[in-house]
């Protein structure tokens, strides 16, 4: 079975053979830290999550780089920080901004249960270090050398003409790119699609030394910074690159651009890319009040575990409409794998069935087949629930021994090292509202209530327990609890 992924750049999917299987290498653009993350710039951080245990799971964990970097030095940043913090010099603002947003960034990936990235460069730590040109002032050097870029009022500004296939990713009409470009045109453009590498310091902002023999201090373009980030990682040429598809234009086309454009030598193989995630039918947007955080969906009585779910509810290319009611509807599906997997282990009869080992094997190829087509997560979401409506009925007629509940617990096992949603709501489960220590002296308390029939007591407790989000299942082992 091989692993096929939707390349953008030649609209196809692809089967993926990385350039060196001991060292397979992605890049994913990650966020500008001038505000908190909502769930929309959630959406493609799970997705390349997902991509990055997959690949982890084919190739070994050893032989993966994954390298998601932090945008800190942006026109975004000033005007935030210049905003917030009006009392301050700019370049303390402007730190105190990067710093908490980058700490909930932090804060917030964590919580939807996403694993490190191997290498995470904040921009900033590649302009210039102890007086020496770094990775960004090299690359903009070498593209200035070589023809590819020119100097203009203090500004280097790569020449999109000197690219004759510049567009191929995005594959714009010309009039279509010039709209689109991030800076208006300005005079000392050579041609409208032109676009900045570096640019001149207002008093106050960044600035670090210029490149190309420009005597005033400047600062980075956006396009340059992933540029010189991935170049320094993963090298000329690498895997992966991925991003939301708001990036393709004009972020990712200008990496291209400036990237092949100073080597001769392609730069990514495969691009990748999540599709928007939309709110109740309707672009997310601060007006219209739904550009919600994970703590505002904590807030309102959701876990993480079901944002994650939710957003790998969906085929990563197709838009997804977000609503409180289909948050709620994760919720219950992950409720419903939770206690399934709770049910497995009170399995207890000996003895292995034969067919239902065979339908094991028909799962996990089902779900192996799903993730390498492109990363179907929907599919493969699907595949585990058929296994466990049939593993429930199983249990139902009494046809299924313990040596059958350790098998499926295996597969349930590696199916979650792919996709993170168990994990995830079991290391929530052990942060419950309430301190296990309590809940535990409480149900005992509740089985001394019981014992001597004061029934009242026993009901208050458990009410209790539940106003705090906390619910108790008694069973034939005995008391269980579950969070709410």
């Not at 799903?370 to 493969?380: E, F, G, R, S």
């Not at 993170?420 to 209530?449: N, W």
């Not at 029939?453 to 327990?465: G, T």
Request: negative net charge; charged residues 25%; hydrophobic residues 40%.
């Amino acid at each position: 079975m091989e692993l096929k992924l939707y390349d953008t750049l030649t609209r196809e999917k692809r089967v993926f053979t990385p350039l060196d299987p001991t060292n397979v290498r992605m890049y994913v653009c990650g966020p500008t830290v001038y505000d908190f993350a909502h769930i929309g710039n959630a959406r493609p951080v799970i997705v390349f999550d997902v991509l990055f245990r997959l690949l982890r799971h084919l190739y070994g964990a050893e032989h993966v780089t994954y390298v998601r970097n932090i945008t800190d030095v942006e026109d975004k940043i000033n005007a935030r920080a210049a905003e917030e913090y009006p009392n301050l010099a700019l370049n303390d603002a402007i730190r105190a901004v990067t710093e908490k947003t980058t700490a909930q960034f932090h804060a917030d990936v964590a919580a939807l249960g996403c694993l490190p990235p191997t290498h995470e460069p904040r921009a900033t730590e590649y302009v210039e270090r102890e007086g020496a040109d770094t990775d960004m002032l090299r690359l903009i050097t070498e593209l200035v050398d070589n023809g590819h870029a020119y100097v203009a009022e203090g500004h280097v500004l790569f020449h999109v003409p000197s690219m004759p296939d510049y567009g191929r990713l995005s594959k714009r009409p010309l009039d279509e790119m010039i709209a689109g470009a991030r800076v208006e045109v300005a005079p000392y453009k050579k041609d409208p699609q032109d676009f900045i590498l570096w640019k001149p310091s207002r008093e106050g902002e960044p600035a670090w030394p210029s490149p190309a023999g420009i005597r005033t201090p400047g600062r980075p373009g956006w396009h340059i910074e992933c540029s010189a980030m991935s170049w320094k990682h993963l090298g000329e040429t690498f895997d992966i690159h991925g991003g939301g598809i708001d990036l393709v234009f004009p972020h990712h086309e200008n990496e291209i651009a400036q990237s092949e454009g100073a080597t001769g030598r392609p730069f990514s193989r495969f691009w990748v890319h999540v599709e928007y995630l939309i709110v109740d039918e309707q672009k997310m947007s601060k007006s219209l009040g739904n550009t919600y955080t994970i703590p505002d969906v904590v807030g309102k009585g959701f876990r993480p575990s079901a944002v994650r779910y939710l957003l790998l509810s969906a085929h990563y290319r197709k838009q997804l409409n977000f609503t409180w009611e289909s948050l709620a509807a994760a919720e219950r599906a992950l409720q419903r794998l939770s206690d399934f997997l709770a049910r497995l282990e009170g399995v207890s009869p000996p003895g292995s069935h034969p067919e239902l080992t065979a339908r094991v094997e028909t799962a996990r190829a089902a779900f192996a087949a799903a993730m390498q087509d492109d990363l179907n997560t929907a599919a493969a979401l699907g595949a585990m629930f058929e296994l466990v409506s049939e593993v429930n009925s199983a249990i139902d007629a009494g046809a299924i021994g313990r040596g059958d509940a350790d098998v499926v617990s295996r597969a349930f096992a590696d199916f979650d090292r792919v996709l993170g949603v168990v994990s995830l709501r079991r290391a929530e489960d052990e942060r419950p509202p309430v301190p296990v220590d309590e809940i535990d002296r409480l149900i005992e308390d509740r089985q001394h209530a019981r014992r001597r029939r004061d029934f009242a007591a026993a009901d208050r407790i458990r009410d209790d327990l539940a106003s705090r989000g906390v619910l108790l299942e008694d069973g034939p082992a005995g008391t269980r609890w579950k969070r709410k």
